[in-house]
């Protein structure tokens, strides 16, 4: 038996979820595929994976070899891009979540790029706005905005962003503008919540935060309708700068009480067990270029 393969078939059947899914991958039969992971486990000596008739589930065992397995892979890709002097080129996929409206709005344009410096590399994007999942579901990079929370993952900066809090010129003009914190309650708001609990808006940094909780005419725990709601005119908001990157530019969109706005960063984050393969380190790299010029604009304020 071939181990790498047999490693690197285990780990592809766990990441698309099936073995028919590996074997059409692979242009083999699924029997194969299923006998190659059999061959496996006896070898082992321990069951690896569960079997359902829909679905298939790591055991404890399994899991521990999966975090093995991958660590092997990347280890055997690092070594042959080392001995070949740069001469091998990177390959392979790299499964990635994002959270969904920062997929669509700032990493699908950044992939045309990606792709043809290394047509060997393939992207798997899932979204998701928590990186926390990335151990369990196998994924080897998370794109996450603001500060992490303690957890078993390591987070490079890509860049950073404003918290800024927004409105349209139309909203404005037939509002009034807020010159304060105090005057925020007169205004109607667009509340981002999480669970069935609102979220504060935090305006300044360190030991001088202010926090305000607006009554919020329009509630939602989807970035994209509050983008959508503050586009609409419906009322102010506190978003990440990246949210309205391009209406800040055009000016269709304006800051507010900018002295009290606080930045966040923008993290690439991953497992901190795994080592970093060469491909994730070149996609991390990439992002790390393209990003230092994605949220550049010229402030515009009321």
């Not at 344009?109 to 590399?121: E, G, N, R, T």
């Not at 669970?195 to 005419?217: M, N, Y």
């Not at 005119?233 to 606080?262: N, Y």
Request: proline residues 6%.
């Amino acid at each position: 038996m071939d181990r790498l393969d047999a490693m690197q078939t285990f780990v592809r059947v766990i990441e698309k979820g099936s073995f028919s899914a590996v074997a059409k991958e692979r242009g083999i039969g699924q029997p194969a595929v299923s006998k190659q992971i059999s061959a496996l486990e006896e070898e082992l000596g321990t069951e690896l994976i569960h079997r359902a008739s829909r679905s298939i589930a790591l055991t404890e065992a399994g899991r521990d070899f999966y975090e093995s397995a991958l660590r092997i892979l990347d280890d055997f890709e690092n070594a042959a891009s080392r001995i070949g002097r740069g001469q091998t080129a990177p390959k392979g996929l790299i499964r990635v979540t994002v959270p969904p409206t920062f997929a669509r709005l700032h990493m699908v344009s950044k992939l045309p790029a990606f792709f043809a410096a290394y047509p060997d590399i393939a992207v798997e994007m899932s979204t998701s706005e928590s990186p926390v999942t990335i151990i369990e579901d196998g994924f080897d990079l998370a794109i996450h905005s603001g500060d992490l929370p303690d957890s078993p993952l390591v987070a490079r900066k890509l860049g950073q962003t404003m918290i800024v809090l927004v409105a349209t010129p139309q909203y404005l003009a037939r509002h009034g503008v807020p010159e304060s914190l105090e005057d925020l309650g007169r205004f109607r708001s667009i509340v981002f919540v999480e669970r069935s609990s609102g979220q504060p808006w935090s305006f300044g940094a360190g030991q001088d935060v202010k926090r305000v909780i607006p009554t919020g005419v329009f509630r939602t725990s989807d970035l994209e309708q509050l983008r959508m709601g503050v586009l609409e005119h419906i009322g102010i908001a506190q978003a990440p700068a990246w949210l309205f990157a391009s209406e800040l530019r055009e000016g269709t969109v304006v800051r507010l009480l900018m002295p009290l706005e606080r930045t966040v960063p923008i993290l690439a984050v991953r497992p901190a067990s795994r080592r970093m393969s060469a491909k994730v380190r070149i996609f991390i790299e990439h992002l790390e270029k393209t990003f230092a010029l994605c949220f550049q604009f010229n402030p515009r304020s009321s």
